[in-house]
Every structure is written in C-alpha cells, then in structure tokens.
C-alpha cells in the first residue's frame, strides 16, 4: 500500500534537547510539507520541499530544520530554540506544487515537553 | 490575501439526521476549495475538493458540497450522519495563481453523533 508514514507515534523532548520527526513516503510524490496543528486552531505550514535537496521556509519556521536528501523522505528536527514545541505534527506529501493539487497526510507524531 | 473561516468549532447531532458544515473563504482570485476530516489522532484525508465545473462536489462517505462563488461559501453536507462520521472537519482554500505550499486551512469543526 502506498501511502505516508511518520515516527514515533508520541515524543518528549527534554530542556534544551533536538528531536527529530521522521517521515516517509512510497507515493513518488515531488513535494513534501511540514506542519504543526496546535488545539483549535488550523494547521500552520513550517517547511515545504518542492524537490531533493530543495527546502522552502513555511509560515512558523522558527526553531525548526528540515532536509531533503532523498525523494522519499523528509525529516523534522525540533531544535532546542522552539520554546514552545508542545503539538501535533503533520507531514503531507502531493504530486508536485500546484494549488490544486491533493495533499496526503501522515498519521501524525505527538510531540510533548518533559 | 487570502482566508477561510469555519463558523461553527463545535457541531452536534443526532445519529440519522442531516448536518452542515459551514466554511467561507475570501480571495480576490479564483480558488480551490478542499474538506478534509481527521479522525481522533491521526491525519487528515480528502474528503472532496472544488476545482472548476459544476458546483455540487460529491465525495466519499456521502459527503457534498456546494461552491456558491456569490457568497463565497463551501458548505459541507451528508444527509443522514452515522456514528463513524464523528471526526474534526477542515476547509481549505488554495488560489489558483500560488502554490500548494500557500493553502490555507480553517480552524475546524468537530462534528460529534450521539445516539
């Protein structure tokens, strides 16, 4: 099946430690995407890639970093500078990045402050 | 610049009976318009998006929508709701002049289903 996947499920991240979200696709897609869902609120986009090795800054890019050195996969790195990292994140990958495009989604990592 | 609101963050009904989901976007240029759901800790799916053409969608799970560019609205509608439709739904817009990457979502509606 294709399709996104994302891991861990749950992390927690201590004072002044880097955590890294992984994400996965197997759906050949071009453009991958980065966002962060806080509770009631919509989703806010951190970093978008159209293409490898290729990274754009989304709306709330502050105290994260990404790469993209290869098609399938697009890592989140939550640095120590995010002083408020506590939320749901979504990765989503489309065809490429044309406004009409579908975006998937991953099922999520939930990231929590010890 | 463009926007979307979703009127309702809470809507509950009755198992069986019809619901509404209101969404309204502004933007000076033409649009795209998506409803996506979330079931309870994982991501979100398509349910149906408004591309060009006719201005009902139909989607999955009996789902549609209707694009009313007059009243710049993208209501979401089933008529008879079941329980596995408890789930947070969200509307989306994109403008057809940017990019994937600026879509704009809404703040949700969380449907709930009581027996």
């Known amino acids: 099946d294709g399709g996104i996947t994302q891991s861990p499920k749950y992390l927690f991240r201590k004072e002044g430690q880097n955590v890294t979200l992984s994400c996965e696709q197997n759906?050949?897609?071009?453009?991958m995407y980065w966002y962060r869902q806080d509770p009631g609120q919509g989703l806010r986009l951190i970093y978008y890639?159209?293409?490898?090795?290729?990274?754009q800054k989304g709306d709330i890019a502050e105290g994260y970093s990404v790469s993209r050195e290869k098609k399938e996969s697009f890592p989140l790195t939550v640095t120590s500078a995010q002083k408020n990292p506590t939320a749901f994140y979504l990765c989503?990958?489309?065809?490429?990045?044309?406004?009409?495009?579908?975006?998937?989604f991953g099922p999520g990592t939930r990231l929590l402050v010890l | 610049a463009q926007s979307v609101t979703q009127l309702d963050s809470q809507v509950p009904v009755f198992e069986e009976a019809p619901v509404e989901l209101r969404c309204n976007y502004s933007?000076?240029?033409?649009?795209?318009l998506f409803w996506y759901v979330q079931y309870p800790n994982q991501g979100l799916q398509l349910l149906l998006k408004?591309?060009?053409?006719?201005?009902l969608v139909k989607g999955i799970n009996g789902f549609e929508a209707e694009f009313n560019k007059s009243q710049t609205s993208f209501h979401l509608r089933k008529p008879s709701v079941h329980i596995s439709d408890t789930a947070e739904y969200f509307c989306?817009?994109?403008?057809?002049?940017?990019?994937?990457?600026?879509?704009?979502f809404g703040s949700g509606t969380r449907l709930s289903i009581r027996p």
């Open positions: 989503a990958s489309s065809k490429g990045l044309a406004a009409l495009e579908t975006q998937y």
């Open positions: 759906l050949n897609h071009d453009a």
């Open positions: 890639s159209q293409i490898v090795n290729d990274f």
């Open positions: 933007s000076s240029v033409s649009v795209y």
């Open positions: 408004y591309l060009s053409g006719s201005t």
């Open positions: 989306a817009v994109s403008s057809g002049y940017s990019s994937a990457s600026k879509i704009i």
